[in-house]
């Protein structure tokens, strides 16, 4: 069964836009992670935000998370061509495995 | 600077062929994990292990069995190929204790680390 489901499935913006997507899980987490998939190729690790955590930045990415709702975003500010690619939500739990959600696919264009 | 190298890109092969899928990793990691990916479904996690000889179920294992002989390499078996295994293959890669994170200043960037795929069509 999925942990995380993002939303929207599927999310289209012009360049310089802010793109914005959001993760629901079920159960407890121990922290939460977003992942970044190119076409056909593996999933590399953008960043993580543990479950005492609120808010989080990298660059042009911030991640809010709010366990009470068991939710989750990723907003990606001033986006860029190369910024299109699906995203993950991806929730740990206890033992350190990792739930995946079924990802929102983001097309930037220019 | 490949961390966590799978075997094939693409793969083809016959109904009730015994299927031999292997993932290896260059960073000392315990933790191997393999997903699979479909559409719609996104990734699932078949088998992982948290050391060597040791392996665990994950959410789909029926159809698949593991074999990690040593701590770099972690394959994924087959038994006797089916079309409903027809899909995209991730091997991933992380440290032990990620509950040990959350004391860790140093883990800004942390997660797993995949490799580029398999995609396995079986016919």
């Known amino acids: 069964s999925q942990q995380g489901e993002e939303d929207p499935q599927a999310l289209s913006i012009q360049e310089g836009e802010n793109a914005t997507m959001n993760c629901s899980y079920k159960t407890s987490i121990n922290n939460l992670q977003w992942y970044r998939q190119n076409s056909g190729r593996g999933l590399v690790h953008l960043i993580l935000?543990?479950?005492?955590?609120r808010e989080k930045h990298s660059g042009r990415l911030r991640v809010t998370l709010d366990t009470s709702k068991k939710s989750s975003s990723l907003l990606i500010t001033a986006s860029r061509a190369a910024d299109t690619a699906s995203y993950f939500c991806a929730s740990t739990d206890s033992w350190g495995k990792l739930q995946f959600g079924a990802g929102t696919q983001v097309v930037v264009t220019p | 600077d490949v961390k966590v190298t799978q075997s094939s890109r693409y793969l083809v092969k016959r109904t009730g062929e015994k299927v031999f899928l292997e993932c290896v990793q260059d960073?000392?990691?315990?933790?191997m994990f393999w997903y699979r990916q479909d559409p719609g479904l996104g990734l699932r996690l078949i088998y992982f292990s948290y050391d060597v000889k040791m392996k665990e179920k994950g959410d789909i294992p029926e159809g698949y069995s593991v074999s990690r002989e040593k701590k770099e390499r972690f394959s994924l078996i087959l038994e006797s190929a089916s079309t409903n295994q027809t899909s995209m293959y991730l091997c991933a890669s992380s440290l032990l204790d990620l509950l040990l994170l959350q004391e860790y200043r140093d883990t800004e960037n942390y997660g797993y680390t995949f490799g580029s795929g398999t995609r396995l069509t079986v016919v």
């Open positions: 960073m000392d990691h315990e933790n």
């Open positions: 935000i543990r479950s005492n955590e």
